[in-house]
């Protein structure tokens, strides 16, 4: 039986402190100080016990379908000096179809990654499981696109601050070609390209992600298994990405192309007075 670890007054305190802030500048669409201020020693458990404050405070109404998986490349890694991924949680009302305009002053400090999509077909077990089982659970892939947004000024983060801003996730777009595993010949080899109004801005590849993106898969599976919420049928799990992030411009459409995976377009509306979240 899992049971929850007492956190001392302080460190709850800080908790708060955080989660007020971020949820603040969400609210008011202004990118806040960081929060790791708050909390010079903070660990990952720290961030993850903020990002679950910041889910309750804006939860009420929202239908939770999936999970993102950040910080899966290497570079970024070691640019962060991380030596972990990390994972946040994905709702309805963070989903947009292929080409519907996304408002761009939902967003604070929007940044474009693509990557694959998971959907499960089937639930995975509360233990942990292996590629060959994830791939066994996997329905579908298309291809996708994150819009990475930052409630942290200047995208100035460490861990602690990404992971606290639930991974800094924005909204996300799926593609409309489904396709399974065994449909792909090779999805680590697979290439990826983003361009904006037809210039190349991003390129990489599966082996980006993990080495495949199915390992990325696995490592969440591992870590909601072990948290006691396993990954169920039907959850949307967004691998990480595949190449750079670029910064999104206002009024803009960004296209990723994957390799068997076709592509998917994010477009941007124009910013307006009185932005929102």
């Known amino acids: 039986m899992t049971t929850t670890p007492t956190v001392d007054p302080t460190r709850r305190a800080a908790h708060e402190a955080a989660a007020d802030r971020l949820v603040t500048a969400a609210a008011t669409a202004t990118p806040c100080p960081p929060v790791r201020e708050l909390l010079p020693d903070a660990t990952l458990d720290d961030g993850y016990a903020v990002q ?10 929202r239908q939770r379908v999936g999970r993102k998986i950040g910080l899966t490349s290497e570079a970024v890694q070691r640019q962060m000096g991380v030596d972990t991924p990390d994972l946040g949680m994905l709702h309805a009302d963070m989903a947009y179809a292929d080409g519907e305009t996304i408002p761009y ?24 499981v292996t590629a060959d089982e994830v791939s066994a659970a996997v329905d579908h892939v298309v291809a996708a696109i994150e819009v990475c947004a930052s409630r942290i000024a200047d995208w100035n983060i460490t861990l602690f601050d990404t992971v606290a ?15 399974t595993l065994g449909e792909i010949d090779d999805l680590a080899a697979a290439e990826m390209t983003v361009t904006c109004e037809g210039e190349a801005v991003s390129a990489g590849s599966g082996a980006a992600c993990m080495g495949h993106p199915v390992n990325a898969v696995v490592w969440l599976a591992n870590a909601m298994a072990e948290q006691g919420d396993p990954l169920r049928a039907g959850e949307i799990v967004l691998s990480g990405s595949l190449g750079p992030l670029v910064a999104a411009d206002p009024d803009s459409t960004y296209e990723a192309t994957i390799t068997g995976l076709g592509s998917v377009r994010a477009v941007f509306g124009p ?4 932005a929102s979240s």
């Open 105 to 128: 002053d939902r967003l604070l400090q929007p940044r474009i990654e693509a990557e694959v999509a998971f959907v499960l077909g089937a639930d995975l077990p509360p233990r942990p």
């Open 271 to 274: 910013t307006t007075e009185g």
């Open 52 to 61: 679950r404050l910041v889910h309750e405070r804006t939860s009420a109404g």
């Open 165 to 179: 801003d639930n991974a800094s996730s924005g909204v996300f777009v799926m593609g409309d070609e489904r396709r």
